[in-house]
């Protein structure tokens, strides 16, 4: 089944530089890849998520990418704010549509003022 | 237009007890997926269910854990004979069925179930 590897697994940035977190994953048949985001006892939001039919996509300060030959995929972060601090969870659908969901292990980042 | 509620948000239950977990997807949405997240950890997938059908189970523990949506009302994740490793939170997420994107899941606030 599909197995996600997520890095690093803490990361530590000065408040306005850029943030980057990796993922690999196993399955290529995989073909949906949403990043949530989880502050202390909250709920994980989604943040941004990318389609296999697509290199990159950016929302604002974020951006994800996506190499579907190397299967990895990456969060990034620019001018980083305070606010940003949580842990940060990458996944992957290993099947078309509706399915489930395999997590990546986490990344907790804290941007330090 | 409420986003997927769960109740209740902390649990308590003695080993041997019987533990309830409800869920009540977004409006329009009737996909509704469980996941644990134990202390410091990623969430792991447990079950993907839709109204009156389970899809996928194959992350749900043999025993004592058993998934419902009925026609009816919210889903229910149930938890017999709890021990103390059942002690987790428990988030239900909901994707929508006529949409363009149906693998787009929101999360619910989670149910913290710990076990005495």
């Known amino acids: 089944g599909e197995n996600v590897e997520q890095h690093p697994s803490t990361l530590s940035v000065q408040e306005g530089d850029s943030a980057v977190i990796k993922c690999t994953y196993s399955?290529?048949?995989?073909?949906?890849f949403p990043w949530y985001k989880q502050e202390l006892g909250k709920r994980p939001q989604l943040i941004i998520d990318?389609?296999?039919?697509?290199g990159e996509k950016k929302d604002q300060r974020i951006a994800v990418t996506l190499n579907k030959t190397a299967k990895h995929f990456s969060l990034h972060i620019t001018e980083t704010q305070p606010e940003d601090s949580a842990v940060y969870f990458c996944a992957a659908s290993p099947l078309q549509g509706a399915q489930k969901l395999v997590f990546g292990q986490g990344t907790r980042l804290t941007i330090n003022p | 237009n409420a986003g997927v509620m769960q109740n209740p948000r902390h649990l308590v239950r003695r080993r041997g007890q019987e533990a309830r977990l409800r869920c009540s997807p977004m409006?329009?949405?009737?996909?509704v997926y469980w996941y644990r997240q134990l202390p410091e950890e990623g969430l792991k997938f447990m079950v993907y269910?839709?109204?009156?059908?389970?899809?996928?189970e194959s992350g749900m523990p043999k025993e004592r854990f058993s998934a419902e949506f009925p026609k009816e009302g919210p889903s229910i994740l149930r938890i017999q004979q709890v021990v103390r490793g059942d002690s987790a939170a428990y988030f239900c997420?909901?994707?929508?069925?006529?949409?363009?994107?149906?693998?787009?899941?929101?999360f619910g606030p989670g149910t913290r179930l710990t076990v005495l």
């Open positions: 269910l839709q109204k009156e059908n389970i899809i996928d």
């Open positions: 990318i389609r296999s039919n697509v």
């Open positions: 997420a909901s994707s929508p069925v006529l949409a363009l994107f149906t693998d787009t899941q929101y």
């Open positions: 399955d290529s048949a995989s073909n949906y």
């Open positions: 409006k329009g949405h009737s996909h």
